[in-house]
């Protein structure tokens, strides 16, 4: 395989995993705790690593969030705690829920260290928030926590190489979000209000910039080989199956 066929093939999987620590009821809890709703531990847990930064840099650096309703969760969140303190305590639940979740499960040390080896590959050019996700120190070094913390950092790798393939396409963040599979309930989940402009001729572009994005992306999945992005792929597919619940249960 390419590695531009392993970014597209691993891209829906790490975008998944890559946040579901995010939904669960420690980090909700976390956020209590900081004394900060959802939305303003969502906004500024992810965008902490990158410092004291003005709510407008903010919304430069989200992209696909709609600005009012970033600008709310950060400054609501920065008159209470840093934020950098913020993306400490987010990183922090990512690597327990990987600790909780993936430690013991047998395909978790190699999906470690393939995951592990594309995040230090990555050309971080243009995308500051991954670069600054990067950088942070890990509070955990388990093999379940390594693996959740590398797919924090790759799904803010892909998020990073959208909004530059969107942006080379001539598309705004919302129309693309409204191009997305999600459509107009993704633009109200990213804090958009309507009424929101026609898709229809948008959705050529979109599927421009998700090439462009897995053309960007594949910098860090070069470090792997052929084998190995195949064998990546197939461990994500089972990891993503395993965490899924049972429609029976």
Same mark, same amino acid.
């Given at each position: 395989?390419t590695?531009?066929?392993?970014?597209?093939?691993s891209?829906?999987?790490v975008l998944?995993?890559?946040e579901? $620590?995010?939904? %669960?009821p +420690?980090?909700?809890q976390?956020?209590?705790?900081?004394?900060?709703?959802?939305? @303003?531990f969502? /906004?500024t847990?992810?965008?902490?690593?990158?410092?004291?930064?003005h #709510?407008?840099?903010?919304?430069? !650096? &989200?992209?696909f969030?709609?600005?009012? #309703? /970033? !600008?709310?969760?950060w400054?609501t969140?920065?008159?209470?705690?840093r934020?950098?303190?913020?993306?400490?305590a987010? &990183?922090?639940?990512?690597?327990?829920w990987?600790t909780?979740?993936?430690?013991?499960l *047998?395909?978790?040390?190699?999906l470690?260290?393939? &995951?592990?080896?594309?995040?230090?590959? !990555?050309?971080?050019t243009?995308?500051? &928030? $991954?670069?600054a996700?990067?950088?942070?120190?890990?509070?955990?070094?388990?093999?379940?926590?390594?693996?959740?913390?590398?797919?924090? =950092?790759?799904?803010?790798?892909?998020?990073? #190489?959208?909004?530059?393939a969107?942006?080379?396409a001539g598309?705004? *963040?919302?129309?693309?979000?409204l191009a997305?599979?999600?459509?107009?309930?993704?633009? #109200?989940?990213c804090?958009w %209000? *309507?009424?929101? *402009?026609?898709?229809?001729?948008?959705?050529?572009?979109r =599927?421009?910039a +998700?090439?462009?994005?897995?053309r960007l @992306?594949s910098?860090? $999945?070069?470090?792997?080989?052929?084998?190995?992005?195949?064998?990546l792929?197939?461990l =994500? %597919?089972?990891?993503? %199956?395993?965490?899924r619940?049972?429609?029976?249960?």
């Open positions: 395989m590695p531009e066929q392993v970014a597209a093939g891209k829906p999987a998944e995993l890559g579901l $620590f995010s939904r %669960s +420690e980090t909700l976390r956020a209590r705790e900081l004394g900060l709703s959802g939305w @303003a969502y /906004v847990g992810r965008a902490g690593a990158l410092g004291d930064i #709510a407008d840099t903010v919304v430069a !650096a &989200l992209g969030l709609a600005p009012e #309703a /970033v !600008a709310d969760g400054d969140a920065v008159r209470v705690v934020p950098l303190t913020v993306a400490t987010n &990183l922090t639940e990512c690597c327990r990987g909780a979740h993936l430690d013991g *047998p395909g978790t040390p190699r470690t260290a393939l &995951l592990e080896r594309v995040v230090a590959a !990555a050309d971080a243009g995308m500051p &928030l $991954f670069a996700w990067r950088a942070m120190p890990l509070p955990e070094h388990t093999d379940g926590a390594r693996a959740a913390a590398a797919l924090l =950092l790759l799904r803010e790798y892909f998020a990073g #190489a959208y909004l530059l969107v942006r080379a598309m705004t *963040p919302l129309e693309a979000v997305g599979p999600a459509g107009e309930d993704g633009a #109200a989940a804090g %209000s *309507p009424p929101y *402009p026609a898709v229809g001729p948008l959705v050529r572009r =599927l421009w +998700e090439a462009v994005t897995d @992306a910098t860090g $999945f070069r470090a792997l080989r052929p084998a190995e992005g195949r064998e792929i197939e =994500l %597919s089972d990891l993503r %199956s395993g965490l619940p049972d429609p029976a249960g």
